[in-house]
């Protein structure tokens, strides 16, 4: 696999193929999403309820508001899973120190452990899938996701190139790893 590069500045000019390289890089990711999501729900804990664990863990007490703006999800998407988790014992509420009329959500042990199992779950499968890779080639995989993740949390959100579809999802294909 030939070297990574790294150009510090964005394409000044349109690459003939940029889109549909790039469109072929969202349906990989989707689909690798997608497989990943599957592996992790054996567990008992499925993508959404995993990834708001993720948050949690990483950000501690936070209140639902401000786990909805850091997830870049709908307060009431935020709210259902919250009160999931807190069915399953995996999310506990506390009063806000700050505001005694707003309380604070935190992972509970359980939700720690299950949390655990499903990043176990899904390093499985992902390390059985790229067993027999050179090592090089993981390096440099993870090296150009790193690169990925770093140039799309500066990247413009609101820029896009076509137009949204405005067919219902259940006709076209997605590949959306919800």
Request: proline share 5%.
């Amino acid at each position: 696999m030939a070297q990574a590069t790294s150009t510090s500045t964005p394409l000044e000019t349109p690459v003939e193929g940029l889109e549909s390289t790039v469109e072929g890089v969202v349906t990989a990711l989707y689909g690798s999403l997608r497989t990943l999501k599957r592996a992790g729900s054996e567990t008992g804990v499925d993508g959404a309820a995993s990834f708001v664990l993720h948050y949690l863990l990483a950000k501690g007490a936070v209140r639902p508001s401000e786990l909805a703006a850091e997830m870049c999800l709908d307060g009431s998407t935020v709210s259902r899973h919250l009160q999931a988790l807190e069915r399953l014992d995996l999310v506990s509420r506390e009063r806000d120190p700050a505001d005694g009329r707003a309380f604070r959500v935190t992972c509970t042990e359980a939700g720690r452990a299950a949390h655990a199992a499903s990043i176990a779950a899904r390093t499985a499968m992902l390390t059985s899938a790229v067993e027999s890779w050179d090592p090089t080639d993981l390096s440099q995989l993870e090296q150009l996701l790193r690169r990925l993740a770093d140039d799309l949390a500066k990247a413009p959100t609101t820029r896009t190139t076509t137009p949204v579809a405005t067919t219902p999802v259940s006709d076209r294909e997605t590949g959306d790893p919800r």
